[in-house]
């Protein structure tokens, strides 16, 4: 709850006073993290958030059984997410941060044989599983993609929607990974982003800890690249994280 004093507007002085108006237009209690979250092209916003991925050894088996799990909800709320991304026969998906594939094959079902799906991730061993993977089910239409820390390394214009489920936390480069990302879709096309709600007393401490910012962060950032959001459509299943669906403009 936040408590309000009554003060005359003209005891302020005129730039105190702008700048009260300035922080009472935003949403209560994120203009702080709104004025300290403006990352440079360059600038890594979190160092290391991916140094376990990045590691060549990387135990993919182990991941499997931690990220496909019904404790874990956006693997319980698959088949709802899916709905949400309302993918076409035909379409180009890029699944951005594939990890062990679990939308990626959910994708190239929902796309079909004419379609293409990207599974784009900066951890090989995640990238080479899931090409083994599709290859054995003869799922031709998926590609895997190694993509870099600042970019998803697909080719200009090339996807109708990027898909970034419990990812873009991951970004450290967030302004060169998004314009990446902004350049690989079509005009017109559609960015899903899946992450955690982060609110301080709310989201558990681990969650506080892993991820840098909240929603009203992350949708700044994104719509700063060039992207408009258009609806917050969380499935009721979801409870620690929301479901944000953008245009490119």
């Known amino acids: 709850m936040i408590t309000r004093t009554r003060t005359s507007s003209h005891s302020l002085p005129l730039s105190f006073g702008l700048m009260l108006a300035a922080l009472c237009s935003l949403p209560a209690g994120c203009a702080t993290e709104r004025a300290a979250s403006a990352p440079a092209r360059g600038e890594s916003v979190k160092p290391g958030i991916n140094k376990d991925f990045l590691d060549p050894a990387l135990n993919v088996e182990r991941y499997v059984e931690r990220f496909e799990t019904e404790s874990r909800e956006i693997y319980s709320e ?57 290859a054995e089910r003869g799922l031709a239409h998926v590609v895997g993609v190694q993509c870099a820390e600042d970019d998803v390394r697909l080719p200009p214009q090339s996807i109708d929607v990027a898909f970034v489920c419990d990812t873009y936390h991951h970004f450290e480069f967030p302004t060169a990974t998004l314009a990446s990302l902004h350049r690989a879709l079509r005009p017109g096309g559609t ?35 060039g992207f408009t959001l258009e609806a917050v459509d969380t499935p009721p299943g979801l409870k620690e994280n929301y479901l944000l669906r953008f245009r490119r403009r």
Do not use: C, M
């Not at 026969?89 to 079909?112: C, E, K, S």
């Not at 960015?191 to 301080?200: A, M, N, P, T, Y």
């Open 191 to 225: 960015l899903i982003v899946i992450d955690f709600h982060r609110i301080e007393g709310v989201t558990r401490e681990w969650t506080l800890n892993h991820v840098r910012a909240g929603q009203d962060v992350f949708s700044a950032e994104i719509q700063a690249a």
């Open 78 to 134: 698959r088949a709802a997410i899916l709905e949400r991304v309302a993918l076409k026969p035909g379409q180009a998906v890029a699944d951005i941060g594939a990890g062990t594939g679990l939308y990626t094959y959910l994708f190239a079902d929902a796309v079909g044989a004419k379609g293409k799906v990207y599974a784009v991730d900066i951890a090989a061993p995640f990238v080479e599983r899931i090409q083994t993977t599709a």
